[in-house]
């Protein structure tokens, strides 16, 4: 008896290591990654509409393309336009997968610093307009009795992101929306994959930043394994940014206690383009005046 115990005990102990070290190594949560390859047969031959493609991880996801120019401000008429004629192409097939990729630039300031224009801005291409967009297309979705959204959130709409306030409020907004809606219409054929990246490698306004980021191509990658699979949530990102996510999820006293001791800094260490996601904010604490 006492020897099966220390077996068990072993096994267990076994599987604890090896889980950790693939925490240490993961650049997505634990879901994600047991799914291993993108559903190949979920996404042939699928009409796939995804906005913000024209750089960083937009860039990545689609491979054959009819460029669509919209802007996602531009008003309802505008939008319900472009519903229609992405409807229409390849033969009036229909808008499988929408991807809501496409997102205000993210210029970092503390939450009272943030201007009225940012907060408009922001709020109008990252939620009014996705949500606008997928009010107007669900109806044509529900006539086949299938769609599928996917939605590019951020690790920013589940922890708080300090610099980042308003962009991290847009993100919580969609999250709320999309899953509400997925629970609504799922039975009517609707999906919805919330995709939460955290830091990742896009050309422009972050280079010089030394944060360890995914690469946009992996980014897609990853996104597109997550929607095949038809994964309700997926997180991708490498530590410390995925441990954060994990805290804040599953032990949020903690979590938000971490990003309670950071906050201050990581603002100064964005404004410095140094590294805003480092464990080493979590020292060097000078007490604030
Ligand atoms: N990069 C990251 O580290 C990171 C991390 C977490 C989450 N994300 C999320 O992932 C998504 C893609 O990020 P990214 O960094 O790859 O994007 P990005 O390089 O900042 O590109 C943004 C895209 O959105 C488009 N866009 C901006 N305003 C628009 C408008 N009014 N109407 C239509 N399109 C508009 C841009 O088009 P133009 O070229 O025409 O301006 C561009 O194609 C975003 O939702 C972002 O929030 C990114």
């Given amino acids: 008896m006492m020897m099966m115990m220390m077996m068990l005990c072993l ?25 291993g390859k993108v559903k190949r047969e979920e996404i042939q031959d699928k009409v796939v509409w995804i ?30 336009m472009a519903v229609e004629k992405a409807e229409s192409f390849f033969g009036a097939a229909g808008v499988d997968y929408m991807i809501h990729n ?24 990252n939620v009014v307009g996705p949500i606008s967009l997928t009010r107007m297309l669900v109806p044509y979705m529900l006539k086949r009795g299938r769609g599928h959204f996917v939605v590019m959130s951020s ?46 490698e896009t050309p422009n306004p972050r280079t010089g930043s030394t944060e360890r980021r995914v690469s946009s191509a992996r ?37 938000y206690w971490l990003m309670d001791k950071i906050g201050g800094k990581r603002v100064e260490a964005a404004a410095q383009k140094g590294n805003a996601y480092s464990v080493n904010l979590l020292f060097d604490q000078k007490k604030e005046s």
């Avoid at 090896?18 to 634990?30: N, P, R, S, V, Y």
């Avoid at 997102?103 to 610093?113: F, G, I, V």
């Avoid at 038809?230 to 410390?240: D, L, R």
Wanted: charged share 15%; proline share 6%; hydrophobic share 45%.
């Fill in 102 to 125: 496409a997102a205000y630039e993210r210029p970092k300031s503390t939450a009272l610093d943030v201007t009225e224009e940012t907060l408009k801005a922001t709020l109008n291409v």
């Fill in 155 to 200: 690790a920013a709409g589940k922890t708080p992101a300090p610099g980042q306030a308003v962009y991290s409020a847009s993100k919580f907004a969609v999250n709320g929306y999309f899953h509400t809606l997925r629970s609504e219409l799922c039975r009517k054929g609707i999906k919805v994959t919330v995709v939460c990246p955290g830091p990742v």
């Fill in 219 to 255: 980014c897609a990658e990853l996104t597109i394994v997550a929607a095949s699979h038809g994964i309700k949530e997926a997180w991708i990102s490498y530590k410390p940014v995925l441990a954060v996510m994990y805290l804040v999820q599953y032990m949020p006293s903690v979590g």
């Fill in 11 to 35: 096994v267990f102990l076994v599987i604890f290591i090896a889980l950790f070290i693939k925490f240490l190594t993961a650049d997505g949560d634990f879901t994600l990654l047991s799914k």
């Fill in 51 to 80: 906005t913000g493609a024209s750089r960083g991880i937009g860039k990545y996801a689609p491979s054959d393309v009819m460029i669509l120019p919209l802007d996602l401000t531009s008003g309802e008429e505008s939008l319900s």
